[in-house]
């Protein structure tokens, strides 16, 4: 990176970065988490730093960014509460911790299962959180590609999984 990028990213993050952890505060209200959230937004932008336009507005694409990823952890947080929740109460003897264990790598392994181009659709999307049209646009593929990728992993999964979908609706639905 040349030092006039290495000092506009070094003003742009002495600039931001407390704002930026007030607004994520707002969010997630949790300083430590907040800044832990925008310190993941810069590193992210200093990643892709040199291939990012010219004319983009970092003030507002880092505001988006933050607001997005706070909100992911708010989402995040929230389904590991319903989980913990779930693990706690609400599974019996059939559903034992062995159970869960067995059916998350019967889970990774049917997602690796898959074609290589529909994995990475069906993680981008699931696992990522991005739409399908941020999928198409960052895999160079149309919406309709992404909509038929997503289509057969979700039916090679259903297929794969068929002896864990009864768990699977009961964790769905918590």
Same mark, same amino acid.
């Given at each position: 990176m040349a030092e006039k990028d290495l000092k506009s990213f070094e003003k742009l993050?002495?600039?931001?970065?407390k704002p930026l952890c007030g607004f994520s505060l707002k969010y997630?209200?949790?300083l430590d988490e907040a800044k832990g959230l925008v310190h993941e937004v810069f590193v992210s932008v200093w990643e892709k730093f040199?291939?990012?336009p010219a004319d983009i507005n970092y003030h507002s694409y880092l505001y988006t960014s933050v607001r997005n990823r706070s909100l992911n952890f708010i989402r995040d947080r929230k389904k590991h509460v319903q989980f913990e929740n779930v693990a706690e109460h609400? #599974? *019996?003897e059939a559903n034992s911790p062995f159970e869960t264990v067995e059916l998350e790598r019967e889970i990774?392994?049917?997602?690796?299962s898959l074609p290589e181009?529909?994995?990475?659709?069906?993680?981008?999307?699931?696992?990522?959180? #991005? *739409?399908y049209a941020q999928v198409a646009e960052k895999m160079s593929i149309s919406i309709k590609t992404v909509e038929a990728h997503m289509s057969k992993?979700?039916?090679v999964l259903r297929e794969y999984l068929k002896e864990f979908l009864s768990i699977l609706i009961f964790l769905v639905i918590l």
């Open positions: 993050f002495k600039e931001l970065f997630v209200r949790d040199d291939t990012l609400e #599974l *019996t990774e392994m049917a997602i690796h181009k529909c994995r990475m659709v069906f993680e981008l999307n699931r696992v990522e959180g #991005l *739409t992993a979700l039916s």
